[in-house]
């Protein structure tokens, strides 16, 4: 069966403290990695797509990576607007996603 | 913006009735998902229609409906709504091209829905 597993479910860090998001997956044939950004209340923010393994993709202060089992979503020195939930989503058989239950990232200042 | 709209934003009801949620995808976009959204569940996808046609089925229940219109807005329409039903609903659109990969989904900023 398709999954999308997440850690940690949630994550506590001070302003300028480093750290990465973890996302396993399983399914037969990546389609496609995506993350995804998710404010209280609000739709999912579009992040990265990554294709293949070894791929990287950088905004800001975030990058994503990809293994052939699981992505990273780094998170360089942060600050307290990068607080929310992030996501991570595989298509399943065509174009469908399988959500991860999300991390829950809270930046203090 | 995302470019994907639905309306209405907030949507209150009762046991037993009907309502319909409405999606505009963004201009240019063939493919409209509906997904689901509980505290308990998670994201979950229902449907998704390509061009008028219905394309893939979630965990969708049978009083759950939907409809893309040649305009490519899309509706979905929820029945003997229970307690259960109460969620956050989104509408996601895409390019929907075929080809080995799958493309990028914009979601809209969804609607909530309490059924008391």
């Known amino acids: 069966e398709d999954q999308v597993t997440q850690s940690p479910e949630a994550l506590r860090l001070q302003e300028g403290e480093s750290s990465s998001l973890n996302c396993s997956y399983t399914v037969s044939g990546l389609r496609g990695l995506f993350w995804y950004r998710q404010d209280p209340g609000k739709g999912p923010e579009f992040l990265f797509t990554l294709y293949s393994a070894g791929e990287e993709k950088e905004k800001e202060r975030l990058k994503a990576t990809l293994t052939k089992k699981e992505s990273f979503l780094h998170i360089t020195a942060p600050k307290p607007e990068d607080s929310a939930t992030y996501l991570c989503a595989v298509p399943q058989a065509g174009t469908a996603l399988i959500f991860g239950k999300g991390t829950t990232l809270s930046v203090s200042s | 913006d995302s470019g994907v709209t639905q309306t209405p934003k907030h949507l209150i009801t009762a046991t037993g009735q009907r309502v319909t949620l409405r999606c505009s995808p963004r201009?240019?976009?063939?493919?409209v998902y509906w997904y689901q959204q509980s505290l308990d569940q998670g994201l979950q996808f229902l449907i998704q229609?390509?061009?008028?046609?219905?394309?893939a089925k979630g965990n969708i229940l049978e009083r759950f409906s939907a409809q893309q219109f040649p305009d490519l807005h899309s509706e979905l329409n929820l029945s003997s709504l229970e307690l259960g039903d109460s969620a956050l609903y989104f509408c996601?659109?895409?390019?929907?091209?075929?080809?080995?990969?799958?493309?990028?989904?914009?979601f809209g900023p969804g609607t909530r829905l309490t059924v008391l």
């Open positions: 229609y390509y061009n008028g046609e219905e394309r």
């Open positions: 996601a659109s895409s390019v929907g091209v075929a080809g080995g990969f799958t493309d990028t989904q914009y």
């Open positions: 201009s240019g976009d063939l493919s």
